[in-house]
């Protein structure tokens, strides 16, 4: 607040005045004064003119004013307990050009003082503590100016006996008003264009019409004098009736003359009444009266109607531009608030205009209420603004949790700012509950995951361990077996004996010298095996390490000779899959079991005793290892170094094999192994896919125990090849 040294009623205090917004010009902002129009204070702020008062008002009411206050401080300032000041601010030192010129105001400026001369109704409502309306605004403007935290607000004549008073305490909503009123009233200031002066409005004189009058004599001579009245009235309709009023004025002059028209009509009944007194029927005459009666009647109402139709209009058309000055008002604040929507009801200009006759009358109550609405518009919006500031500067991140936002901006600002930031809480607080449910999932789901590695670590190493025992009791028995003197092992079932009655030969049945072949060889030499035998990797017939060759396919082969697959079990091969109830082996081991069954043979041509033989175990890791390996026999003896053929070997991983060799033109693979004397063993017929998948497997010894060790090969002394 800025203090003026200024005393009121000074020339220089008129100045101050006409250079801001006083509190007492408040009420004429807002269109409440009943003293002085919106319209009014425009002109005196746009000219620089203050308001003229005579000089009966100027002693009998503002001087006077001012000894009654003056009489009134001591009596205000015993109720309050404090001294007063008369007192001039503003709020410049805001930035602003609002003025309050306080009747009164405490030395800590917390109470100010604002005096009415005293009037029954204004004392009658202070007195019943309701302060009227048209004040309001200047003792909320004290207080906004002032910052001070009540206004003693009093009417009196200066005597303790007419002194009535009531507290007013500051309201926020009257501050953004009032703060919105004076913003409009700068932009409607900054646009507005002094109006023509306009005189008094005075209708003209109308045109008189000559005297109607009728003398009937005895004789019955009518003395009458219609056609010069006649005359006149025509020229007057013609001449002088308004047909399109446009100003006050043509409208004061139109009503005048239709009052006029009333009196003619009045006229002509009563000369058809002195006619009438004086013969009992004059029909000429009547009817002359008649046809200017209704002529002038006629007019009379038209121009009534005329006159109704056009101020109706005039008031329409003002009201519409009303409307419209206000929507297109709204329309600019709503685009500058795109997010939320406007909703400020338009001021009902009809109501406002009701009863009022002069245009000029009309437009200022218009303008004022104009002028109401668009400050209200601009309150609200501007509340609007300040909210989504708000939710732009603390709930931007969480706007999705506001589909309601229109709603919500109904609410005072505070109540606004606690249901936000509440439902944000809220959504945190559940938002961390569900990440902390997350993460308990998630800790649960890792040590479950980290359980079963474990166990499957610790399947995986158990797994390893007997494996390693297996290739390690494998290792101390893998030695090839070579067709000249290789022990037989018992693989299969007694049965396979009954088809060779009494021991008999089964050279006979094989096609071979039984006693003189070798095992491998009479795989290859028996019509029935080496039908159906192929190099490993061989085409033809399907995959040679899928499980298609089904148990009678192998009875075909071997016909008459009949296996069951518990015999297959018996002779180291058990079925790997099944195709509903037949039992599926792999093509790749159909050498190999020509092989047992023919070893089996040998054995019972023989006479030797078969060996215990032990089933495959119910599970296994690699169920094609079945062979007991504790069972196999001494080495094979060394061929002849002259068959011997360089192939270069390389030294690979494993714990059974030592190095491997290649040679692709002739498929011959060659191995030696971790045990042993080092002897060097030649496996022919080797396709190159299957060499690749040996070198490729995971496990070198298990790969050859399953697919390599029982082809036929060549072994050499390493010392005699070298050599």
């Known amino acids: 607040m800025k203090i003026h040294e200024l005393v009121q009623g000074s020339p220089e205090w008129q100045a101050f005045r006409l250079t801001h917004h006083g509190a007492s010009e408040a009420a004429a902002m807002l269109g409440l004064s009943k003293k002085t129009t919106r319209s009014e204070l425009l002109r005196i702020k746009h000219t620089g003119t203050p308001k003229e008062f005579s000089d009966w008002v100027q002693v009998n009411i503002l001087d006077y004013g001012h000894q009654v206050e003056a009489l009134a ?35 800590l400026y917390d109470t100010a003082f ?80 002094l109006p023509e002066a306009k005189p008094a409005i005075v209708a003209e004189p109308v045109q008189a019409l000559p005297a109607v009058s009728v003398q009937v004599s ?26 399109e009023p446009q100003t006050d004025q043509d409208f004061a002059d139109l009503d005048l003359q239709i009052k006029a028209l009333k009196r003619a009509e009045d006229a002509l009944d009563a000369a058809e009444a002195q006619m009438l007194a004086q013969v009992s029927g004059v029909d000429a005459a009547k009817r002359a009266k ?17 006159l109704e139709s056009e101020k109706k209009r ?65 309150q609200k919006a501007g509340d609007l603004r300040t909210k989504l500031a708000w939710v732009g500067t603390n709930a931007a991140e969480h706007r999705a949790l506001l589909p309601d936002l229109q709603q919500l901006a109904v609410k005072p600002l505070d109540d606004f700012k606690l249901a936000i930031t509440a439902r ?14 997350d993460r308990a999932r998630i800790r649960k789901e890792e040590a479950e995951r980290l359980e079963r590695e474990a166990k499957d670590k610790q399947e995986r190493e158990a ?71 192929r190099p490993m990797g061989g085409g033809g017939g399907g995959s040679l390490s899928t499980a298609t060759l089904k148990l009678g396919q192998i009875n075909e082969r071997l016909a008459p000779i009949a296996l069951t697959a518990d015999g297959l079990a018996t002779l180291g091969f058990p079925h790997v899959a099944t195709d509903k109830s037949a039992k599926l082996y792999r093509e790749r081991d159909f050498p190999r079991i020509c092989a047992a069954l023919v070893r089996h043979i040998q054995t019972v041509q023989a006479g030797q005793p078969a060996p215990a033989t032990q089933a495959a175990p119910a599970t296994t890791r690699n169920p094609e290892r079945t062979t007991d390996m504790a069972t196999r026999a001494p080495a094979a003896a060394f061929d002849d170094a002259a068959d011997y053929q360089h192939i270069p070997m390389k030294e690979v991983e ?65 010392e005699q090849v070298a050599a």
């Open 290 to 306: 008649d046809a200017l009666h209704k002529l002038t009647r006629d007019n009379r109402l038209m121009a009534e109607k005329l």
């Open 424 to 437: 944000i809480d809220a959504h945190k607080r559940a938002e961390a509950e569900r990440l902390e449910a």
């Open 463 to 533: 797994a390893a361990a007997q494996q390693r025992s297996l290739d390690e009791a494998e290792d101390a028995a893998i030695v090839p077996l070579h067709p000249a003197n290789a022990a037989l092992e018992n693989n299969g079932p007694d049965s396979l004996a009954s088809y060779f009655p009494g021991n008999a030969d089964a050279s006979a049945f094989l096609g071979v010298d039984m006693a003189a072949a070798p095992a491998a060889e009479l795989v290859t030499a028996s019509p029935q095996c080496a039908a159906h035998s």
């Open 218 to 243: 005895g004789a019955l001579t009518v003395a009458e004098n219609f056609t010069v009245f006649e005359q006149a009235l025509r020229q007057f309709l013609d001449e002088r009736l308004i047909r």
């Open 314 to 378: 005039r008031r329409e058309e003002k009201i519409e531009a009303a409307r419209k000055a206000f929507a297109d008002h709204l329309a600019e604040l709503q685009r500058e608030i795109a997010d939320l929507r406007l909703d400020v009801p338009a001021p009902d200009f009809a109501a406002v205009i009701k009863g009022l006759k002069t245009l000029a009358s009309i437009q200022d109550k218009l303008d004022t209420a104009l002028a109401n609405g668009k400050i209200a518009a601009d």
């Open 114 to 193: 604002e005096h009415k001369q005293w009037n029954e109704a204004l004392a009658a409502s202070v007195r019943a503590g309701i302060l009227p309306e048209e004040h309001m605004p200047q003792c909320q403007q004290i207080m906004l100016v002032t910052g001070a935290a009540r206004v003693i607000f009093v009417v009196s004549d200066g005597t303790p006996g007419n002194l009535v008073w009531v507290e007013v305490r500051p309201d926020p909503e009257w501050f953004d008003r009032i703060r919105a009123g004076w913003a409009q009233f700068d932009r409607d200031l900054a646009d507005y264009v």
């Open 654 to 718: 494993s714990h059974k094999i030592k190095a491997v060799g290649y040679d692709e033109a002739t498929r011959t693979l060659a191995v030696t192994f971790q045990r042993g004397a080092g002897a060097i063993y030649h496996y022919p017929n080797v396709e190159p896919q299957v060499y690749a998948d040996f070198i490729g497997a995971e496990s070198l010894g298990s790969f050859f125990g399953a697919h390599l060790q029982s082809l036929p090969f060549k072994k050499f002394h390493p």
């Open 73 to 107: 401080r001591p009596l205000v300032e015993e109720i309050i307990g404090d001294d007063l000041y008369p007192v001039t601010c503003s709020n410049e030192d805001e930035g602003g050009n609002l003025s309050a010129s306080c009747d009164g105001l405490t030395m």
